[in-house]
């Protein structure tokens, strides 16, 4: 599927194709669920969690296309700092009080990693973060993601404790915590 692809400029061309982040829709749920099953069978969310947060915060979900078909998408959201949702919930409102941008979830089918597509979802991300006025990013990693975000100034968040904890569990072991501060693009 992604034979081809080289970076450029924040857009992935290939065989006079080009991937692209745009923004989520409604149409575009069948194709996430199909995606999160294949990167994340280990953590299932149901549809209705989708179908939340692009209700509440469509700016923060995204859809990487190519050729006319999802390869990829990110989903994002006001949120608190060490008050991470916890794994198939939803989140009722968005926080009055936010001070950073939640990245709920970043999901690239394998043959599209490696394609600079995590990159332009993480700038749009920072660009968004500090559009809104919070100065930071925050994210749950699961441990097979864990080195990516430690590559692009990720760090573990040393606050949270219990509560944060119990959130962490949720997701089930070796989960982490992780921040970034906002970097203007």
Same mark, same amino acid.
């Given at each position: 599927?992604?034979?081809?692809?080289?970076?450029?400029?924040?857009?992935?061309?290939?065989?006079?194709?080009?991937?692209?982040?745009?923004?989520?829709?409604?149409?575009?749920?069948?194709?996430?669920?199909?995606?999160?099953?294949?990167?994340?069978?280990? +953590?299932?969310?149901?549809?209705?969690?989708?179908?939340?947060? &692009?209700?509440? +915060?469509?700016?923060?979900?995204?859809?990487?296309?190519?050729?006319?078909?999802?390869?990829?998408?990110?989903?994002?959201?006001?949120?608190?700092?060490?008050?991470?949702?916890?794994?198939?919930?939803?989140?009722?409102?968005?926080?009055?009080?936010?001070?950073?941008?939640?990245?709920?979830?970043?999901?690239? &089918?394998?043959?599209?990693?490696?394609?600079?597509?995590?990159?332009?979802?993480? %700038?749009?991300?920072?660009?968004?973060?500090?559009?809104?006025?919070? %100065? /930071?990013?925050?994210?749950?990693?699961?441990?097979?993601?864990?080195?990516? /975000?430690?590559?692009?100034?990720?760090?573990? +968040?040393?606050?949270?404790?219990?509560? &944060?904890?119990?959130?962490?569990?949720?997701?089930?072991?070796?989960?982490? +915590?992780?921040?970034?501060?906002?970097?203007?693009?």
């Amino acid at each position: 599927m992604t034979a081809g692809f080289q970076p450029r400029d924040g857009r992935v061309d290939g065989d006079g194709a080009s991937a692209l982040w745009r923004a989520m829709t409604a149409g575009d749920l069948d194709r996430i669920l199909a995606i999160a099953d294949i990167v994340h069978p280990a +953590y299932p969310e149901e549809r209705s969690v989708f179908e939340e947060r &692009l209700a509440l +915060y469509p700016a923060g979900c995204r859809v990487a296309e190519w050729r006319g078909e999802a390869i990829g998408y990110g989903v994002m959201h006001p949120g608190k700092l060490g008050v991470p949702p916890p794994l198939d919930s939803p989140l009722g409102t968005l926080p009055a009080d936010a001070d950073c941008l939640y990245l709920h979830d970043i999901a690239l &089918l394998p043959e599209a990693r490696g394609t600079g597509l995590g990159a332009g979802v993480l %700038g749009y991300a920072h660009r968004l973060a500090e559009r809104e006025g919070w %100065g /930071w990013l925050a994210l749950t990693s699961t441990p097979g993601a864990r080195s990516y /975000w430690d590559q692009v100034g990720f760090e573990p +968040y040393c606050g949270g404790g219990p509560a &944060l904890a119990a959130k962490l569990g949720s997701y089930g072991g070796g989960m982490s +915590y992780m921040t970034a501060p906002v970097r203007a693009l």
